[in-house]
């Protein structure tokens, strides 16, 4: 097989595929190529990308939002975005592409080969494989009926697809579980908010998909919920990341924000209580922008928590 003929499948499978793709696959030793051939002809190909391997010092740094290596899609989402700290220590191989000749398409040529992917890379000592994509209800299917579940969805929409980011993972072995378990169950956890806020924008379908994954929660804080407060007070973890957390401690602890000044129980009342947009709640609380009000919501959030343990 050529580089050449890889890259032509790509083109005829409708990829954005440009030729610095080629030089790429050449030059980098993480990328592995898997294809499906009969008579010297490509029928498939899958493009995998080995990430992670980090020492848990830098998996910290990436939690914190303070590093982002580049070639760690996988490793650093699941680590940073997902919030499982100690993620990017473990060894992932992510789908970057998989292509099925056009007229071969339908045929379960590309879950054959995935499966033998799968299989390859479990025997490489891969804790976990994972792929990203633009979600449609479409594709979610394909990779579910393939053996991996979502574990993230991005809260804003790519501008060429109009679609957000999905994130997929299936684990090989008990770190990957491990790893694979935290970051499923932040994200069912955390879904009937995303749905009610940053994930409102899904089409009827997709929403209805998700609700079925959805693990709804008892309003009771758990170890997974103080991780995703402290991080949002403490690093560069976002607000839509831990909203979750934030609104259960805070319906939990109705009376301790009623201890804060006017400015503290505006942006709590409007942005956590009554979820209003960012744009609202930065009229109503006098800010000069988003930044001015994350920083003293992160505040008010750091109060009430020192609130409650030192009662």
Not at 2 to 14: D, E, G, K, P, R
Not at 139 to 153: I, N, T
């Amino acid at each position: 097989m050529t580089s050449s003929s890889y890259l032509a499948l790509l083109v005829f499978a409708h990829y954005r595929t440009q030729p610095s793709d080629l030089q790429h696959m050449l030059d980098d030793n993480h990328v592995r190529i898997y294809t499906l051939q009969f008579k010297q002809q490509i029928l498939a190909a899958v493009l995998v990308n080995e990430e992670g391997g980090f020492d848990r010092a830098l998996s910290t740094q990436i939690y914190r939002g303070e590093r982002r290596p580049t070639g760690h899609l996988l490793a650093q989402t699941l680590t940073f975005h997902a919030g499982c700290e100690h993620a990017s220590t473990l060894r992932y191989a992510r789908v970057m592409r998989i292509a099925v000749h056009p007229r071969l398409q339908g045929n379960g040529l590309g879950s054959y080969l995935l499966n033998e992917v799968i299989a390859h890379e479990q025997q490489q000592d891969v804790d976990a494989i994972g792929t990203s994509f633009g979600a449609t209800l479409e594709l979610l299917r394909f990779w579910q009926h393939a053996g991996f579940d979502l574990v993230r969805l991005g809260f804003t929409r790519d501008h060429a697809s109009g679609t957000h980011s999905a994130v997929m993972l299936k684990p090989l072995n008990e770190k990957g579980e491990k790893v694979f378990q935290e970051t499923r169950t932040r994200f069912q956890r955390g879904l009937d908010e995303w749905l009610r806020e940053p994930l409102n924008d899904l089409p009827g379908e997709m929403q209805a998909y998700l609700h079925t994954e959805q693990q709804p929660a008892n309003g009771q804080l758990t170890e997974m919920d103080w991780q995703d407060i402290n991080s949002f007070i403490h690093t560069h973890r976002g607000y839509e990341a831990c909203i979750g957390a934030l609104r259960r401690l805070v319906i939990a602890n109705k009376e301790v924000p009623e201890k804060l000044d006017a400015t503290a129980q505006t942006l709590i009342r409007s942005r956590i209580e009554q979820r209003n947009s960012w744009t609202e709640t930065i009229r109503q609380a006098g800010m000069s922008g988003k930044a001015q009000a994350l920083q003293q919501l992160r505040l008010a959030i750091e109060k009430i928590v020192k609130n409650l343990t030192t009662k």
